[in-house]
């Protein structure tokens, strides 16, 4: 994380002066604007799917830096009042467009796995994080494979430590799972197999046995 030069971050997409912009608030993040890092960072997430797996890491290299510099945290407040912004009005993007709603799930879940407080997940992060799991959860977002594979993704990579944050919540969100199954317009088989999945995965508690990952990537393969 020292070498934060920007050129192994994946901003190649930005136009020059944005990645000036970017490089700047990595290194000395008191000489740039930091709400303005922060709208441009959340933007590119909701456009970028691959941009919003990496933001995270770019965030807390900001945040990092931030506090070696001055001791503040401006730019984690920034970020998340810029997040919640977003998350009000989530149910109206997701209608507009299903992928710009997926790459905001990733793009929170990401920050989540990545700014802590005292190695602990932010708190103001987690019922955000929730209820965004819980509505790829619903019936209608488990007929869109879209959908379902950013809700494994996520689980897959936050599950265990979200889990820890609210076992009632993460236990609610299985029964949706669960629930799945049942329904008169079933998800698809592709869909059905990746809930099986992490189902499989969290009962192994958050793990999965060499013989399942083998059979459930073949049949993914195939």
Sequence with gaps: MENSTGEEYKIQSFDADTQKLL???????????????????????MKDLVFSKEAGRICYTI???????????????????????????KEQIRENSVNAWVCLVTFICNVFDYLKVNNMPMMALVNPVYDCLMRLAQPDALQNEEEVDCLVQQLHRIGEQLQKTSTQRMDDLFCLLRDGF?????????????????????????????????????????
């Excluded at 490089?23 to 997430?45: G, H, R």
């Excluded at 730019?75 to 009000?88: A, G, I, S």
Aim: glycine letters at 4%; aromatic letters at 8%.
């Design 23 to 45: 490089k700047m608030a990595l290194k000395e993040p008191a000489s740039v604007d930091l709400e303005k890092v922060a709208s441009v960072i959340v933007e590119q997430s």
């Design 63 to 89: 945040v990092q830096a931030e506090n070696k510099q001055s001791g503040n945290s401006n730019f984690r407040r920034c970020v998340l009042n810029r997040l919640q912004q977003e998350f009000l009005v």
């Design 182 to 222: 049942l329904l008169q317009e079933r998800p698809s088989s592709l869909s059905r197999l990746l809930l099986l999945e992490i189902i499989e995965f969290r009962a192994g508690g958050w793990k999965m046995s060499d013989s399942a990952q083998k059979y459930y990537y073949s049949e993914v393969v195939d």
